[in-house]
């Protein structure tokens, strides 16, 4: 089973000056086909969303303790429902240095999956809403949002456990106010924000070089399929690995041997990393070049570049050739009604 421990606490404060109040389980939910659907649907909507960081825990465990407790529930020193419960607790300290208003339920979700353990923690809010019961009376009740929420953690526990790794930990803080985010960033203990844009330049700074050996054809098909293969890779909330890239190179490009990149990689930088968690707009941007202001917006593939379009940096203007017939056609007849 993907999911085999799942519970959930209530935590709610009704105002500003009000005190912050838990509701708890005193055990994990029976496995069940809904509760495992849910779960899932958590983490596809986590792996979807935008703003998350990614870092560490901070070594300062006094202040955060976080950690402690999870690595105590892993060495079978605490049960996963009583280190779910301390954590609750040190949420809700957390969030009585604010005046925040709340009412969420905080799950905390373990997979067991062949790529390793990982701990989720989603706060996730109810909604309410109308229905018709059995006598076609209506009533109101409420359900879980299980897309809509902003403030989640995944912890890559393989990963926890080596030493090197500096991003072990996924934070989504997204759309919320900063003061609730940072009593859940203080619950988590994150620290150490690690920069993946600086990791997918130099990755992408590496791939242009190893272009420049190829002719122009496979230079270009390369490009697409490594961006490609990244930007699937991140969709599925997976790192990017350079030895798996390279294999998978090797089978859409036949004249690559399957460690032709990995080689590459090996002898020619230093600093690009075994495995990174890629950036999707540096991808997106190493293979389009895009812009606007008020009134113009373009987009097109770098690889038009001094191609179907040039720029002349002295006069600052753009000669585009081939024109997409779309937008010749909508030329011609801008022209003719203007004429």
Known sequence: MAFPLIVAHRITRTAPTASVITQTRTDVFSENGKLNELAHELKSNFIRKNAKSYGRFSSETAEFPFSSWLQEYRQ???????????????????????????????????????????????????????YFDGDISLSDSLYLDSGG??????????????????????????????????????????????????????FLQTVEHFSQT???????????????????????GKPVVISELSNSLSQDIKSYEPDHFAKFVETKTAEVKNEFIPDSSQLRNYIRISGRNDSLSMSFESACLGNEIVYDAASDSLTIKNIPPALKARLFKHLKINQ
Do not use: M
């Open 76 to 130: 079978e020193r605490l049960g996963f429902t009583s280190f779910t419960q301390k954590a609750l607790n040190h949420f809700k300290i957390s969030l009585e240095k604010s005046e925040n208003i709340l009412d969420a339920y905080v799950f905390f979700i373990v997979e067991k999956i062949e790529a390793g353990d990982f701990l989720y923690v989603f706060i996730v809010e109810p909604i309410s809403g109308l």
């Open 149 to 202: 929420f902003s403030l989640a953690a995944k912890i890559n526990l393989l990963d926890w456990d080596t030493a090197d790794s500096l991003t072990y930990v996924a934070l989504l803080r997204a759309r919320v106010d900063k003061e609730l985010s940072d009593a859940f960033t203080h619950f988590i203990g994150f620290s150490d924000k690690h920069d993946i844009k600086n990791d997918t330049n130099e």
């Open 214 to 236: 190829l002719d122009d054809t496979t230079a270009k098909i390369t490009r697409t399929k490594v961006v490609d293969y990244c930007l699937e890779q991140k969709k599925a």
